[in-house]
Nanobody, 122 residues
């Protein structure tokens, strides 16, 4: 069974930094694009960032561009999201996902993790 497991969430003050990591259980996911999405209470799921399988292409939501960096290590089958200059509005459950396609569209992702909570205090 394919699994994606996120780690690294927590509580941080506004202006601080936090790193998230996601490990895939199957080697086949090394050939998949990976994405990060988030969902805040009472809000719809929101695209955050995505990276191609080769790491040559990356996409970012405008709201996080310049503050968040997505990267991947195919040898370790992991994808990371480094977040800096965090704002209270970044508070959400963050999910990693895998897709054959590099895309911002959540419905095109085939595999999802269970999420990790990020809370930014003001």
């Amino acid at each position: 069974q394919v699994q994606l497991v996120e780690s690294g969430g927590g509580l941080v003050q506004a202006g601080g930094s936090l790193g998230l990591s996601c490990t895939a259980s199957e080697r086949t996911l090394r050939n998949y694009a990976k994405g990060w999405f988030r969902q805040a209470p009472g809000k719809e799921q929101e695209f955050v960032a995505a990276i191609s399988w080769s790491a040559h292409e990356t996409y970012y939501a405008d709201s996080v561009k310049g503050r968040f960096t997505i990267s991947r290590d195919n040898a370790k089958n992991t994808v990371s999201l480094q977040m800096k200059s965090l704002k209270p509005e970044d508070t959400a459950v963050y999910y990693c996902a895998a897709s054959i396609h590099l895309t911002r569209e959540g419905h095109r992702y085939d595999y999802w993790g269970r999420g990790t909570q990020v809370t930014v205090s003001s």
